[in-house]
């Protein structure tokens, strides 16, 4: 016999934040984040540690902020990052994304 369960769940934008840094910081290449650039939010927009997440009407757009492995092709890793952090917030909390936009603001080259 199936249970019914009434209520709602909501979830937190810090919730989302902390699935686009985790997965952006577990994809190859990737060797830090970067301070978001930021003007004055007019929506529900929050800014954290190289992510901004804005939601609206139940879709995610995200942007983040990273500093890449100057050994690694840019283009590459910027793409897996797109694909990991889509993938990694639909899968985790069953919304849609609209978008990823992966700032590379610097790149990292050993001495």
């Known amino acids: 016999m199936e249970e019914k369960h009434s209520g709602s769940t909501t979830i937190a934008p810090t919730v989302l934040n ?3 840094r985790l997965t952006c910081l577990g994809t190859p290449g990737v060797t830090a984040m970067a301070p ?10 929050t800014d954290t540690e190289g992510v901004k997440i804005v939601v609206k009407d139940s879709i995610i757009y995200v942007d983040v902020y990273v500093v890449i492995n100057g050994a690694e092709n840019v283009r590459v890793v910027a ?3 797109q694909q990991r952090v889509t993938r990694a ?5 069953g919304m849609e ?8 603001t610097d790149v990292e080259l050993e001495a």
């Open 18 to 20: 902390t699935i686009a």
């Open 36 to 45: 978001a650039f930021t003007v004055a939010a007019r929506t529900s927009r």
């Open 79 to 81: 793409e897996a990052v």
């Open 89 to 93: 917030i639909s899968e985790m909390v």
């Open 97 to 104: 994304v609209a978008s990823v936009n992966v700032h590379v």
